[in-house]
């Protein structure tokens, strides 16, 4: 089922300061912010090459991401986001082996454009998945 690893999220609580920190201090390629208001995150990714991190501040009321960064005010790895091939029928197959599939259990259009679906962290010891329609 998974494919590769597409990206690695990191939640902050500045994100004007993180993509600094990436670009000036780590030399990074980092993209330009991209608000997506209907998961309530603005992302910026940052291209390593063999992946990309996909930094996270909240966006509007009731962010995925507030309750994250009140546990970790100064933020933290917040999801593994795992390419599969076909996103419904992985979807199926999981709900079959008794994982949570979080929301309605419909993909919707993530960061890229393509159909994404999360996972509840209590399922995969305690790591968020992300998966995404490769
Ligand atoms: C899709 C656009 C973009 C992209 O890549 O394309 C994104 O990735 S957007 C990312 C933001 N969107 C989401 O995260 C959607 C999925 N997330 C959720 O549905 C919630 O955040 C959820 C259910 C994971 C947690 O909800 P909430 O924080 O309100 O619930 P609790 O505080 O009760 O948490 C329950 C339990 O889970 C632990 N938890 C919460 N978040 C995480 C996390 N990121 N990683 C690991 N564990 C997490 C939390 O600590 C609670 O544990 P407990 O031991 O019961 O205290
Ligand atoms: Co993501």
Partial sequence: MLGRL?????AVP????????????????VAEPL???EH?????FV???NTK?????????????????EKSPSGGMHHLC???????????QLKAAGARVLGDGNPKLGAHGKP??????????????ELEQS
């Fill in 47 to 49: 291209d390593v090459g």
């Fill in 35 to 37: 608000a997506l208001p």
């Fill in 116 to 129: 994404v679906l999360f996972l509840h962290p209590k399922d995969f010891f305690g790591t968020l998945i």
């Fill in 6 to 10: 597409n990206h690695v999220a990191l």
């Fill in 82 to 92: 795992y390419e599969v091939e076909d996103i419904l029928a992985a979807r199926d």
């Fill in 53 to 69: 991190i996909e930094l996270l501040e909240p966006l509007g009321e009731g962010s995925p991401i507030a309750a994250f960064l």
């Fill in 40 to 44: 309530g995150v603005t992302v910026v």
């Fill in 14 to 29: 500045d994100l004007t300061a993180a993509v600094a920190a990436y670009r000036n201090t780590l030399g990074a390629h």
